[in-house]
């Protein structure tokens, strides 16, 4: 089992012009309980249509600027800003500039 993985040995998931991910790490790579991570990329200048998970998500920011909004809360994006998706709470994001996407690192971990 290999303990790692580089970004260009997986391939874009769910990959279209304006967002994508690539899933970097699962039980594959010795995470355990349902945990797995990736980064993501971001052009829309308009909020996706919100996502909601059985296990939280968190999310810290690489690159790129924006906005976010989990549950009733919205708020700014820039590089470093950290932030949780609690478990059945809508979340979503959007990119200030299309030319300057969001690339956000995120982790999924079960509540229990």
């Known amino acids: 089992m290999n ?3 580089r970004q260009d040995e997986v391939e874009v998931h769910h990959g279209e012009e304006e967002h994508g991910s690539w899933r ?6 010795g995470c ?5 991570m990736g ?7 308009d909020y996706r249509t919100p996502e909601t998970h059985d296990d939280q998500e968190g999310f810290c920011v ?12 919205e708020f ?3 590089p470093h800003t950290s932030f949780i998706a609690p478990a059945g ?5 959007k990119c200030d500039d299309k030319n300057d996407p969001l690339t956000i690192f995120w982790f ?3 509540t229990k």
């Open 3 to 5: 303990y790692y993985v």
């Open 24 to 29: 970097l790490a699962g039980a594959e790579n």
């Open 32 to 36: 355990v309980n349902g945990v797995h």
């Open 39 to 45: 980064i993501s990329y971001n052009k829309l200048e």
């Open 62 to 73: 690489l690159s790129g600027s924006g906005w976010a909004r989990v549950g009733n809360q």
């Open 76 to 78: 700014r994006l820039t």
């Open 89 to 93: 709470v809508e979340h979503t994001v």
């Open 108 to 110: 999924h971990a079960p």
